[in-house]
């Protein structure tokens, strides 16, 4: 299940000031709208919140969001190569040319 999020960015122009409150705000708005639109995600989310709760300070939050972020790539590379063996059983032969191998991570070459 993939999911894109679209950022568009406000023009603010060159004089006004960044406001964090205001986008705070605005940031509070597009996830709850985001988990309207998908509830799959929420319980999801609980945890992130709950996680986040429990750090203390800004620098652990951030370490908190890497960890999870780590969990999820690991994750998503294990599903890779099940689907790589299963491609592989299958007969079909996947295009390795479209990729380069760096770092664990799977990187896509692409003009697009």
Same mark, same amino acid.
Do not use: C
């Given at each position: 299940?993939? #999911? @894109?999020? @679209? ?8 004089? /006004? ?9 605005? /940031?509070? /708005?597009?996830?709850? /709208? =985001?988990?309207? !639109?998908?509830?799959?995600? +929420?319980? =999801? !989310?609980?945890? *992130?919140? @709950?996680?986040?709760? &429990?750090?203390?300070? $800004?620098?652990? +939050?951030?370490?908190?969001?890497? %960890?999870? %972020? ?7 590379? !294990?599903?890779? !190569? ?5 491609? *592989? &059983? $299958?007969?079909? &032969?996947?295009?390795?040319? +479209?990729?380069?191998?760096?770092? $664990?991570?799977?990187? @896509?070459? $692409? #003009?697009?």
């Amino acid at each position: 299940m993939a #999911n @894109r999020l @679209r950022i568009e960015l406000p023009d603010r122009g060159h004089d /006004a000031p960044w406001n964090p409150e205001k986008a705070l705000a605005i /940031a509070l /708005a597009d996830k709850m /709208a =985001f988990l309207d !639109q998908h509830p799959e995600y +929420r319980e =999801f !989310q609980r945890e *992130i919140d @709950r996680l986040l709760d &429990k750090a203390g300070n $800004s620098e652990n +939050r951030m370490t908190v969001l890497a %960890m999870l %972020m780590e969990g999820k790539l690991v994750e998503l590379h !294990q599903q890779l !190569q099940k689907l790589n063996k299963l491609l *592989i &059983k $299958s007969g079909i &032969k996947p295009d390795v040319n +479209r990729y380069m191998h760096t770092n $664990s991570d799977l990187v @896509r070459i $692409s #003009n697009n």
